[in-house]
């Protein structure tokens, strides 16, 4: 499985970016993807998954909505009212041959390459 992220970029606070994740090898809708980031210093935390329906981490349900097109294999992010403090690489994930819940690294076998999100004051 292969994912290729992209829609990072400079953004203004405020402001919205989409971030895309489209996945190759495989199909179908019955696992979890997912996307995750990493802020410079912190360490890497869950900011929404799908599988059947989403799932957000706590802070994050308000601004962030994912989607996902089955046809295409292709999960979505998109994110609004954007802060300083959401600067961070976000990588999307899929899920792996052990489950250990949805915030849980280990759950994610397959990693995108992360891009870069920057949102200036």
């Known amino acids: 499985v292969q994912l290729q992220a992209s829609g990072g970029g400079l953004a203004q606070a405020g402001g919205s970016l989409r971030l895309s994740c489209a996945a190759s090898g495989r199909t179908g809708s019955n696992y979890a993807m997912t996307w995750f980031r990493q802020a410079p210093g912190k360490e890497r935390e869950l900011v929404a998954a799908t599988r059947w329906t989403p799932y957000y981490a706590d802070s994050m349900k308000e601004r962030f909505t994912i989607s996902r097109d089955n046809a295409k294999n292709t999960v979505y992010l998109q994110m609004n009212s954007l802060k300083p403090e959401d600067t961070a690489v976000y990588y999307c994930?899929?899920?792996?041959?052990?489950?250990?819940?949805?915030?849980?690294?280990?759950?994610?076998?397959?990693w995108g390459q992360g891009t870069l999100v920057t949102v200036s004051s």
């Open positions: 994930a899929a899920e792996g041959s052990r489950w250990y819940g949805w915030e849980r690294r280990e759950s994610y076998d397959y």
